[in-house]
């Protein structure tokens, strides 16, 4: 089984920054994309950003050029660098991996809140 557990969500004002974690463990023999999800309340859970095994990256639109994600392979952590923050920025974050363990599945962490407010 592979556990991914995030941290460093919090509450920040606007125009702050924050970074995000999150370390997988477990059986894990490889990981390929590794990525950054949110939800908001009342709203669809969507992609802020993924990167490959090589680190290839892709953004949704409201992230590019305030967030960067980022990985340590030896460590199996993913980091979400977030500037310039909004109050639409203002969700649930989860991380999520597609990992070679005893078989390829995807799994999910457990969500960090972020909330953006003076």
Request: proline fraction near 3%.
């Amino acid at each position: 089984q592979v556990q991914l557990v995030e941290s460093g969500g919090g509450l920040v004002q606007p125009g702050g920054s924050l970074r995000l974690s999150c370390a997988a463990s477990g059986i894990i023999f490889s990981i390929n994309t590794m990525g950054w999800y949110r939800q908001a309340p009342g709203k669809q859970r969507e992609l802020v950003a993924i990167i490959s095994s090589d680190g290839t990256t892709n953004y949704a639109d409201s992230a590019k050029g305030r967030f960067t994600i980022s990985r340590d392979n030896a460590k199996n952590t993913v980091y979400l660098q977030m500037n310039s923050l909004k109050p639409e920025d203002t969700a649930a974050y989860y991380c999520n991996a597609n990992v070679l363990g005893r078989r390829l599945e995807v799994y999910w962490g457990q969500g960090t809140q972020v909330t953006v407010s003076s």
